[in-house]
């Protein structure tokens, strides 16, 4: 039987007060998710473990297969696997983020991770200049899309001070920087990089005022998914991060015009790509990160639009076309709470329909029904052998 992996980014979230005391997934107008809800498993995964940064790096990872605890190095290196970059083993690959401060100091504040959604067209070129005015041969910038890039010291993952500790900035937004600030000074290989970076993005015309590198580790290593499962697979996707983790375990990685990422990401574009795969393969992990971006913008509207789209135009679609003879999971990575504005690591729900699946006696797909249920996968990286299983 043929699998879907629907994963929608950051979807899980907290009661709202303007909302009833509803999630934005409760109040969202899902049809399809909740006629597929009356029909599937529905339970909570925890996708995150214990002592782990609640990202989409680690519970994606988990949700592919793999362990996070043994796999994971780094953010960074999962995004440098996207790129298909040719690394040392004891490079140190950052995920750069260009990010838009009050000032690069200990007074100053996180305005926003993104420098207002940067458009690649723009953030490409910034990129480009940095590693013609700062690159070396032991320093290297690597452009991405959008506000997502990379930054590799070539050797770094030798130097005793390769642990250093920057905090995502999604989690930083409109807070102190302080601290992180402290450690970039305290960093040989990082403080001449970042202050030199910041003096030439200050004057770029753009919201991108300095670089901020986080995430570190060394090259991705990952098992091959169809060795491992024994099936044929895809991923879908607009972001690096989840195309990394793809390429890296074997997968076919499908490039879709005008995926952005956002709420008007091309979700026609990516729902066709999943059909068009499945006439030849056996797995899609088809991803969309919408909600995620819109949780860490604080977006209740956008977060609502981006639940209710994947419904009507990537889930619709599919179960139309392959209800009757292909498993569908749906999930979220993580929860992004309107309220916190980033990533908390709360057991996710999900969803498994497939022919002949019982009756969940649910009437829709939501944090709470989830919940109810009392069925946990309680270690994230085995819910695809279970999934396996249940539709072997």
């Known amino acids: 039987m043929k699998l879907l992996f629907l994963i929608e980014d950051g979807m899980g979230g907290w009661p709202l007060d303007e909302l009833n005391n509803k999630t934005t997934l409760e109040a969202a107008r899902t049809p399809n998710m909740d006629k597929l809800a009356r029909k599937s498993i529905m339970g909570r995964c925890k996708t995150v473990p214990d002592g782990m940064a609640p990202g989409s790096d680690i519970a994606n990872m988990s949700l592919l297969g793999f362990d996070p605890l043994k796999y994971h190095t780094g953010r960074g290196p999962i995004e440098a696997a996207a790129q298909g970059l040719d690394l040392d083993k004891d490079d140190l690959v950052f995920r750069m983020n260009l990010v838009n ?28 200049k940095l590693q013609r005015e700062l690159g070396s041969e032991l320093v290297r910038f690597y452009p991405g899309i959008q506000y997502r890039h990379l930054l590799v010291i070539k050797g770094g993952a030798k130097l005793a001070e390769n642990d250093i500790e920057i905090r995502p900035p999604h989690d930083l937004t409109n807070k102190s920087i302080a601290e992180d600030v402290a450690a970039f000074k305290a960093s040989k290989i990082l403080e001449p990089i970042i202050f030199k970076a910041h003096e030439i993005l200050k004057n770029s015309g753009t919201k991108a005022v300095s670089i901020w590198p986080w995430g570190q ?15 044929t697979g895809a991923v879908i996707s607009a972001v690096d991060l989840v195309k990394g983790l793809g390429r890296a375990s074997g997968l076919e990685v499908i490039e879709i015009e005008g995926a952005t990422g956002l709420v008007d990401t091309n979700y026609e574009g990516k729902m066709k790509a999943a059909v068009d795969f499945l006439s030849r393969g056996d797995f899609v992990f088809l991803h969309l990160e919408g909600p995620d971006e819109s949780g860490h913008m604080g977006s209740v509207k956008d977060k609502i639009a981006s639940i209710e789209r994947f419904d009507s135009l990537v889930l619709g679609p599919l179960y139309e076309k392959f209800g009757s003879d292909c498993a569908f999971l749906i999930a979220c990575d993580h929860f992004t709470p309107i309220k916190i504005r980033t990533h908390d690591a709360e057991p996710v729900p999900f969803m498994l329909n497939y022919p002949g699946s019982e009756d969940s006696g649910l009437d829709s797909f939501s944090e709470k029904n989830s919940a109810s249920t009392g069925l946990n996968i309680n270690k994230g990286d085995e819910l695809m052998e279970w999934v396996l299983k249940r539709i072997s």
């Open 217 to 231: 580790g060394k090259p991705l290593n990952l098992p091959n998914f169809k060795d491992k499962f024994k099936r």
């Open 101 to 128: 401060l009050t000032s690069l100091d200990e007074n100053g504040t996180m305005l926003d991770y993104s420098s207002g959604h940067i458009s690649s067209e723009v953030s490409i070129p910034i990129v480009e």
